[in-house]
């Protein structure tokens, strides 16, 4: 990544915020909610709508937060991430999620012509084997067709797709029902596989390494019980296992043949990777169609993000609000709270996207940051979160802005319900800016107000809404990494424990790496 050496608490307008945090602290913001701000405050793009006008800021807050990001390394980093230039420094890979979206006029304009043909040929795998499935023609052993599929996978290898098909149910196969494992703990699998007939059942197994232990010990799980059930020898070799990689040698070692292998580059993030062939479960869910709608609203949002100014741009709106309550009001979490339930996953994908990206201390040079990074992202679905953590929201010593994520109609709900659901996901962002202050009311039913919300509207939840959702935050993401000039690519942080845990399971009872206090916990578990 270029410009190392950016130094974002040296800015002039950085300072100038600082001054500005001191004043904004004593403002009362519901005064300042008259038409104007509402109007003014508020942005469309790729099918989203956005309403910002309750945070705390006011037009001489966003404009320098707007200059700010102007002064810095942004643009350039936009574009180098855009042409493919090797931005995760520490790995020495391009960035190129967006690629999977673009079109290849415009991947060709960016001098990424092999790239575009080799994501031709991905996508043409994913429609052609999906095809297969959903039309009764991918047939296990004995004859049958695939009515069960089984993603194994962690990580974005499990979230992405998840999210996805929950996400878009409505437009799911009648027929064909998709399941997701991530977790090494055993009951999930065993439980699901109670529950399946072996002759009718497809398993995925989704790693970009193919070394992912938790992973390969559910596949050789599944396996297992292939080989109990159906008496299969070599179960990965039979048409009842798929792969999904970045490393097509590793998984032909384990057995799955080169035919039934699905591939995607190592310039993919696996918490970006539902766009690639890693989205091989939406595909066989939606269908291959609306698997491409969804490329098609993550591509939209892709072009307003390169091209909007940044007064106008909705993930670099939605970055500076963050880095405003981060670094100036020392707001230390985010709360995400979708008013659809069909997105109750989204919370979670948000957490590894934003954690795993920009939970880091160090800067692209290899210095200490000098400013906070990334917050902590938490949430659930709206109503259920009024009746859990809300009164933490409205009365807590804990400053959290909040993102509301509605819809404008809901084709699987009903009138009634979803009015009552929009009206709640509405009164609960003006409570939080408004409160409520009483002489006439004890201490405890007063509501401070002063807290900040973003309202996120998608007119309907479909494939393309939701392509635009997650590229929006995928976006903001990358905004707030290039301004803390950290590599949001990269994932070092994850690794040491699970070296630990390979070493503890490979060595047994040398526990010498480990602290006395792990050490008695072993010996207590009779290790």
């Given amino acids: 990544m270029t410009s190392e050496k950016f130094d974002i608490t040296a800015a002039r307008q950085w300072l100038r915020l600082k001054s500005l945090a001191a004043s904004a602290g004593k403002m009362k913001f519901a005064g300042l909610l008259d038409r104007e701000r509402a109007t003014s405050y508020q942005l469309e793009a790729a099918g989203l709508y956005l309403d910002y006008s309750r945070n705390l800021v006011t037009d001489e807050i966003l404009d320098t937060l707007t200059e700010l990001a102007e002064s810095s390394p942004l643009a350039t980093h936009r574009e180098a991430m855009f042409r493919g230039e090797a931005i995760n420094t520490t790995e020495q890979r391009p960035v190129l999620h967006a690629a999977l979206r673009a079109r290849t006029e415009e991947l ?4 990424l012509d092999d790239l575009a043909a080799g994501i031709t040929v991905q996508k043409q795998r994913i429609r052609e084997v999906s095809d297969r499935i959903r039309a009764g023609e991918w047939l296990g052993i004995t004859g049958k067709p695939v009515r069960d599929v089984v993603n194994l996978g962690i990580g974005g290898s499990d979230l992405g797709p998840k999210l996805a098909c929950e996400a878009l149910k409505e437009f799911a196969h009648e027929r064909i029902r998709c399941h997701f494992l991530s977790n090494v703990d055993g009951e999930p699998i065993h439980s699901l596989l109670r529950e399946l007939d072996p002759e009718t059942t497809l398993v995925i197994v989704s790693s970009k390494s193919f070394t992912t232990q938790e992973t390969l010990l559910n596949a050789k799980t599944a396996a297992q019980w292939f080989r109990d059930r159906l008496g299969i020898v070599n179960p990965f070799a039979s048409p009842h296992f798929i792969g999904v990689t970045a490393a097509p040698a590793r998984a032909m070692q384990a057995g799955i043949p080169e035919q039934q292998l699905l591939l995607f580059g190592d310039w993919v993030g696996g918490r970006y990777s539902l766009w690639s062939s890693i989205g091989l479960t939406i595909s066989i869910s939606t269908g291959y169609d609306n698997f491409a709608r969804m490329l098609e609203g993550a591509r939209s949002m892709d072009r307003h993000f390169r091209t909007a100014p940044a007064e106008r741009n909705m993930p670099v709106i939605l970055a500076l609000l963050g880095l405003w309550y981060a670094n100036f009001l020392e707001a230390e979490s985010h709360a995400v709270i979708p008013y659809c339930e069909r997105l109750l996953q989204l919370p979670f994908y948000l957490q590894q996207l934003d954690m795993e990206s920009n939970g880091k201390s160090v800067t692209v040079a290899g210095e200490q940051v000098r400013q906070t990074t990334g917050p902590i992202v938490w949430g659930l679905t709206g109503a259920n979160g009024q009746h859990s953590f809300f009164q933490l929201l409205h009365q807590g010593t804990h400053l959290i802005p909040v993102d509301f994520i509605g819809l404008g ?7 009634r319900h979803h009015r009552v659901l929009l009206a709640n996901m509405v009164a609960q962002s003006a409570a939080l800016m ?16 002063n807290r900040p919300s973003n309202v996120l509207l998608l007119d309907r939840l479909t ?18 990494g290039s301004l803390w000039n950290i590599n949001s690519f990269d994932q070092w ?20 790496q480990l602290d006395a206090g792990a050490r008695y916990l072993l010996d207590r578990l009779r290790w």
Avoid at 108 to 111: E, F, I, K, Q, W
Avoid at 493 to 512: C, F, P, S, T, Y
């Fill in 493 to 512: 942080g994850v690794e040491l424990g699970k070296e630990l845990a390979r070493e503890l399971l490979d060595i047994g009872n040398d526990q010498g």
């Fill in 463 to 480: 494939p393309e809404s939701f392509g635009a959702l997650i590229a929006l935050y995928e976006h903001k993401v990358f905004v707030q």
């Fill in 108 to 111: 060709r304009a960016d001098g």
């Fill in 434 to 449: 408004q409160g409520r202050q009483s002489d006439k009311l004890p201490p405890w039913r007063i509501y401070p107000g």
């Fill in 409 to 415: 109609e809901d084709a699987l709900s009903s009138p």
